[in-house]
């Protein structure tokens, strides 16, 4: 019978390994045993590899958005007409608030502003139904995008036909017994159906921000919810939305600036800015300084200020957001 060798199995260190069974790459050292340093040119390259790399998207954003913002906030405080390029201080902004069509479309920001919450909801919605497979989730996961890839021209021309005194709208109200309502016509109403028509058309945007949002929440979560028998309503406040609380700030700042800054096409085929200048907006007005009434100074001022409506709006939202957040 063959004697087995009881003895423990010594492996001989060799190169790559340590006494204690580790591998791995061993450091340079010189003929004192320290491991040299880096040398001061590879360091720098080191240091400055990040910034050469981000310098080009940097000189873009300066050439392109930086330098013509610069440009039209100094425009803004120079005249028009006979004294076209002469330094007027704060004339323009004085002028322009006390414009009643000016004023009427700083109330319309504000009405903006509390129908946003409805702009998020609705895409946020649609998109918890497509993700959690409710019934009809196949329909909205087909026609959800449709809208976003009409033009503004062709939205309002059709809403034009559909929201028209006579139109297939109030002809279907007058079957239940509503009376006709002259949507765009009517300075309170008006206002309503144009930003209506204006998130109906753009909601798939925001829902496809969703839907990436949904990609990072952890399943887990939804499974034990259901586990402990939690309603779908519980499931969307405890769950759902504390865990999309950075996607819901990003699409609360990007529809309150498509909002303010892309509904001028809507406005121009549905109202013209009517009825009685009730469905103005800054960017409507800036349109008919600039492009009517050839006051390019003034219109500099009205974007200007509408820059500051958005920078003040955003950063109220992501406090707002991020303190509820917290609270969460």
Do not use: C, K
């Not at 009881?6 to 591998?23: A, C, I, N």
């Not at 939205?155 to 929201?163: D, H, K, P």
């Not at 001028?264 to 409507?284: A, D, K, N």
């Amino acid at each position: 019978m063959p004697i087995r060798d009881s003895s423990p199995l010594v492996r001989p260190v060799g190169p790559g390994r340590t006494g204690g069974g580790e591998t791995g790459p061993r450091e340079r050292r010189d003929d004192t045993g320290t491991v040299p340093r880096p040398s001061s040119r590879a360091w720098r390259s080191e240091r400055l590899a990040p910034y050469v790399l981000v310098a080009p998207a940097l000189l873009i954003i300066v050439a392109l958005r930086l330098w013509p913002l610069l440009l039209g906030v100094n425009f803004s405080f120079t005249g028009d007409g006979e004294r076209n390029g002469m330094m007027v201080g704060l004339d323009n902004y004085l002028e322009m608030f006390q414009d009643a069509t000016f004023q009427s479309a700083l109330r319309n920001v504000g009405l903006l502003v509390l129908l946003l919450p409805v702009a998020v909801a609705i895409p946020g919605l649609l998109a918890t139904f497509i993700y959690l497979r409710v019934p009809g989730h196949r329909v909205f996961r087909s026609v959800y995008f449709f809208p976003a890839v009409l033009s503004p021209v062709i939205v309002g021309a059709i809403f034009n036909l559909m929201l028209a005194f006579d139109g297939p709208l109030n002809t279907a109200l007058a079957t239940v017994g509503i009376g006709p309502v002259d949507w765009l016509g009517d300075p309170d109403v008006a206002m309503f159906a144009v930003v209506g028509v204006h998130i109906w058309a753009t909601f798939g945007m925001a829902l496809v921000v969703f839907l990436a949002g949904f990609a990072t929440l952890d399943p887990a979560l939804l499974d034990a919810a259901r586990v402990d028998g939690a309603s779908l309503p519980q499931i969307i406040w405890h769950v759902i939305i504390p865990g999309l609380t950075r996607t819901i700030q990003f699409v609360f700042v990007t529809t309150m600036i498509g909002m303010l800054t892309s509904m001028f096409g809507l406005l121009y085929v549905m109202t013209s800015g009517g009825p009685e200048g009730s469905t103005y907006l800054p960017e409507y007005y800036v349109w008919i300084q600039q492009g009517q009434m050839n006051r390019p100074a003034l219109a500099s001022a009205a974007s200007t200020v509408l820059f500051l409506i958005m920078l003040v709006v955003g950063l109220m939202q992501i406090s707002v957001l991020r303190r509820a957040g917290r609270e969460d």
